[in-house]
């Protein structure tokens, strides 16, 4: 079975999207589903572009295995900013 072409973890989520409410994380009292996940990756990478991280940047992430970890990671690579964990 093929899932997706996507070449970066931003276009996976993105195909992945059409799951919905599938879960995607799952943490200690809290289920965030595949569409809940993509519009805050987007509103994390919104953040980024506001504070003026460019494609290209380089943003260095330091925070625990959690939620918010997974949003910053992926909200940088979203706007082309390259993590440093």
Request: charged share 15%; aromatic share 4%.
């Amino acid at each position: 079975m093929h899932l997706s072409d996507a070449r970066t973890i931003p276009q996976l989520l993105a195909d992945m999207d059409r799951l919905g409410d599938h879960p995607a994380v799952v943490t200690a009292g809290t289920a965030v589903s595949y569409g809940e996940l993509s519009g805050r990756i987007r509103e994390a990478g919104c953040a980024y572009l506001a504070q003026g991280v460019s494609p290209g940047d380089r943003v260095g992430l330091w925070a625990p295995n959690r939620l918010e970890f997974i949003l910053a990671m992926l909200g940088a690579q979203s706007v082309g900013a390259a993590v440093v964990p």
